[in-house]
């Protein structure tokens, strides 16, 4: 079956603009969670969705949001761009929200902040 | 979570056995011991996970200690496909928060 698809693979924004990324989780998955990478401090958790509803958010700013879908697609959107937010963004998905440890992982968004 | 600490760095030649250590001491009864890899550029991949009993699947084998204050996974026919960074996750296993947290890893290299 189809993986955890994130929409697009790279992107190049300008310092001040504003980004939306997307994630299309494997059918049957009804939970989204995001995660940010950067060399610096790794991967660190921003938000999690089920059934349209924010679960569980991470330690960012307000410029850091997301949404779901009723089809549980899922959407992150980053405002006022800055440098530092140049990561790699990934998506995952699972069969319902708190489901242990059980996440499949998209192969992430690459955002470049110039 | 329960924290965990991991060597940051092994080596191993392909054909062998990697055993790759995670030591989390301050384990509570209710936490599974997870582990994930991150291949370069890649998504985060699910190996294994354990409660208290050794596992094993396709991919690997988890041998948890008796006492659970440490584990470690055992890729027992390493090949170059399998360098990557190890993440070693303790958390619990029910519906109690839905994050992972990383720690650092094990950049595990797979020589020829």
């Known amino acids: 079956k189809a993986g955890v698809t994130q929409t697009p693979r790279y992107l190049i924004k300008t310092r001040g603009q504003q980004v939306t990324l997307s994630c299309s989780p494997i059918?049957?998955?009804?939970?989204v969670s995001w995660y940010q990478q950067t060399p610096g401090q790794g991967l660190q958790f921003l938000f999690e969705?089920?059934?349209?509803?924010?679960?569980n958010k991470g330690n960012f700013p307000g410029r850091f949001s997301g949404r779901q879908f009723s089809n549980s697609r899922s959407e992150m959107n980053v405002s006022t761009l800055e440098l530092g937010d140049s990561a790699l963004y990934l998506c995952?998905?699972?069969?319902?929200?708190?489901?242990?440890?059980?996440?499949?992982f998209g192969s992430g968004t690459r955002l470049t902040v110039v | 979570d329960a924290k965990t600490t991991q060597p940051p760095s092994m080596d191993c030649a392909e054909g062998r056995a990697a055993n790759l250590p995670c030591n989390h001491s301050?384990?509570?009864?209710?936490?599974?011991v997870y582990w994930y890899r991150q291949i370069h550029s890649q998504g985060p991949q699910y190996i294994i996970h354990?409660?208290?009993n050794n596992e094993t699947n396709e991919m690997a084998s988890l041998i948890i200690t008796e006492d659970r204050k440490s584990s470690t996974l055992i890729l027992p026919h390493a090949t170059l496909r399998d360098t990557a960074v190890y993440y070693c996750?303790?958390?619990?296993?029910?519906?109690?928060?839905?994050?992972?947290?990383f720690g650092e890893g094990t950049q595990l290299t797979v020589n020829p």
């Open positions: 995952a998905s699972s069969l319902a929200a708190g489901t242990g440890g059980l996440y499949t």
């Open positions: 059918s049957g998955h009804r939970s």
């Open positions: 969705y089920f059934s349209e509803t924010q679960r």
């Open positions: 301050t384990i509570s009864g209710n936490e599974y």
């Open positions: 354990g409660l208290k």
């Open positions: 996750i303790v958390r619990p296993g029910e519906t109690s928060g839905s994050r992972l947290t």
